[in-house]
Every structure is written in C-alpha cells, then in structure tokens.
C-alpha cells in the first residue's frame, strides 16, 4: 500500500498578543518621554490628576468590577 506522508504541522501565530504586547510598548514609551517632558518644563504630576479620560475610565470600570466582585463572593 502507499505510504502517506506526515502532515506539517501549521505554525500558530498569537496576532492578539502581538498586537497588545506592541501597544503596550508604544504606550510605555510614550508615557516615559510626556513624564520627561513634564520633569523638564516644572509640571508636578498627582496622582489620579494626571491620567487622561480613557485612563480615568478604566480605573472606574476596574474599582467598580472590584466592588461587585466583593459584593457578589463576600456579602451575598
């Protein structure tokens, strides 16, 4: 009989954490030359005061999963 030759194994490619991995990075650089820049023109940064609205709105959307995490295993 004939003998069947092994399949190639497809290589698996994760592009969702390519694509997260490089945004992290480009924001990490970011972050660290507006600090520099900041740093150098006097600016104090506090805290919550110095995030900007999409920062701001995932800190209310984790303190609010928190929450209902606390409530749900914790009280109920």
């Known amino acids: 009989m004939g003998e069947k030759k092994p399949k190639k194994k497809r ?4 592009k969702t954490k390519d694509v997260l991995a490089d945004y ?3 924001n990490m650089e ?3 030359e507006n600090r ?3 740093e150098e023109e006097g600016v104090k940064t506090k805290g919550l005061k110095n995030l900007n609205s ?6 209310i959307v984790i ?3 928190l929450i209902g995490i606390v409530i749900k295993y914790v009280i109920l």
Do not use: P, W
């Open 11 to 14: 290589k698996v490619r994760n």
């Open 30 to 32: 970011y972050d660290k």
């Open 54 to 59: 999409t920062e701001k709105t995932y800190v």
């Open 63 to 65: 303190v609010l999963a």
């Open 24 to 26: 992290y990075r480009t």
């Open 36 to 38: 520099r820049r900041q």
